[in-house]
């Protein structure tokens, strides 16, 4: 089921080449997802190959966003983020896009097309 959003979130980070993510590493960015999904995101991905680590989330507006990321539980589960980097990775080398969703498919019927523009 394709949910309208008009705001996507996208972080991230460089790690340690051809290092996997570590049972702690994947259970801090949960804590992240679950305080996302229930802070009104749709949908947060979590992706890694052997250099990065992608996050994606779904908003419906900016402003949801705005809250989640300037509340005080956003900043502990952000602390706890990077606390399970440990020596070999840093979220600080790290880029943030905020954008405007300018076209959205589904994953069960294709590409639909331009939704606004």
């Known amino acids: 089921m394709a949910t309208s959003c008009d705001v996507l979130r996208v972080w991230i980070v460089k790690k340690e080449k ?3 993510l570590s049972g702690e590493q994947v259970e801090a960015w949960l804590k992240f997802r679950h305080l996302a999904m229930n802070s009104g995101c749709l949908e947060v991905t979590l992706a890694e190959d052997s250099e990065k680590v992608i996050a994606i989330s779904y908003w419906p507006n900016q402003g949801m966003l705005d809250r989640v990321i300037s509340s005080k539980e956003y900043k502990k589960i952000g602390l ?3 606390e399970s980097w440990g020596e070999g990775m840093s ?3 790290s880029e943030n896009f905020n954008g ?7 994953r ?5 097309g331009l939704v606004r523009w």
């Open 91 to 93: 979220p600080f080398d």
């Open 80 to 82: 706890q983020v990077f």
């Open 108 to 112: 069960t019927g294709g590409f639909p």
């Open 18 to 20: 051809n290092k996997q």
């Open 100 to 106: 405007s969703i300018i076209a959205e498919g589904d």
